[in-house]
């Protein structure tokens, strides 16, 4: 597991560095709209391209399952943008740039990378938090994870970024994305009794906040709320910093299922810093149909003290 940890790591901090040195000098430009609608970015493309060589680089059998492609970059259209990748990837020829984003065109299979180059493009483009998220997935398991979070202050005094990671069995760790040495990390001991810290999406659209007004409620004074994009949320409460993340489905959109990749790496962070994920009813996320999360229906995290409290309480509100 170790070499396969130590090539994660260098990787995922390499492109953290790059998504924070896009965002620092982003303009309208760097960006364009795929065909969900959703964005993407110079950053976006950099991060795979940088994973997914360095990863094929030391493991050239293991398949790469990313969100991006270059297709795109290869319209006359966006040459403008693909010359802006290579501008912070000075040494790569256009074709090593293309190719390397491509090795993520991977299929899962028994063993399997999955990547989100950078997960939260919508708050990456608000300046706000997004995450750099590369899994290992083994016989449908999560079995390693990394989290880049380069807007996440590893400490009061160092704000240059937090780096997690986990492998089963070996516990949950923080690092500074500037380096130093890596602490380990538990969940929080929160139990339904006390003061209960909600972690929510940001985009209204990723989720029902009304649902999750109606489960807060329950707990009245007692329940506070913080909102973060991407899986920044998952590090948060390996952390201890919040006991559950709710995400439920949009109402509007009843035929989203979740991506693995927005969720495997975090998952394998939370599970190993103690803590508890399924979807809404309960049930185990399944990580071995493919690229979705077809047979689940949302996500809820805890710290697993209150994982029996919220789902109870949000299935009995559901038929409300
Ligand atoms: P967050 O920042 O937690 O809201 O999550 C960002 C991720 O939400 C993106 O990477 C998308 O893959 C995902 N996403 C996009 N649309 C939806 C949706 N309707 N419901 C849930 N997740 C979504
Ligand atoms: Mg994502």
């Keep these: 597991m170790k070499e396969y940890l130590d090539v994660a790591l260098r990787a995922v901090r390499q492109a953290s560095e790059i998504c924070a040195a896009v965002q620092k000098q982003l303009v309208a430009e760097d960006s364009l709209t795929k065909k969900d609608r959703s964005p993407v970015t110079v950053a976006d493309f950099a991060s795979q391209a940088v994973v997914c060589r360095a990863l094929h680089e030391a493991f050239p059998h293991i398949p790469i399952v990313a969100e991006e492609d270059a297709n795109s970059l290869r319209e006359t259209e966006n040459r ?37 180059p950078i997960d939260g493009t919508k708050g990456f483009l608000r300046k706000d938090q997004y995450a750099v998220a590369l899994a290992l997935l083994k016989d449908g398991q999560p079995i390693l994870g990394v989290l880049g979070c380069p807007n996440l202050p590893f400490s009061p005094e160092d704000k240059s970024g937090t780096l997690m990671y986990a492998s089963q069995g070996a516990g949950s760790f923080a690092l500074s994305l500037s380096g130093g040495e890596p602490i380990r990390v538990h969940v929080s001991q929160n139990g339904p009794d006390g003061i209960v810290r909600f972690l929510e999406s ?76 399924t979807d809404m009813f309960g049930k185990p996320l399944e990580f071995f149909h493919g690229k979705k999360l077809i047979n689940n229906r949302g996500v809820v995290v805890t710290n697993g003290k209150l994982h029996d409290t919220i789902i109870a309480l949000l299935n009995g509100k559901q038929n409300d």
């Design 80 to 116: 403008e943008l693909l010359k802006k990748i290579q501008s912070f990837l000075p040494d790569w020829s256009e074709t090593e740039i293309l190719q390397s984003i491509d090795l993520g065109n991977g299929e899962p299979g028994n063993l399997f990378w999955t990547l989100d």
């Design 202 to 277: 940001v985009e209204a659209g990723h989720s029902n906040h009304s649902l999750q007004g109606q489960l807060m409620a329950h707990f009245g004074e007692r329940a506070q709320s913080v909102r973060y994009d991407s899986q920044v949320k998952y590090a948060v409460l390996a952390q201890g910093l919040a006991d559950v993340y709710l995400r439920l489905p949009n109402p509007s959109q009843p035929d989203y299922r979740e991506k693995i990749w927005d969720h495997a790496a975090g998952y394998a962070i939370v599970k190993e810093a103690g803590g508890q994920a």
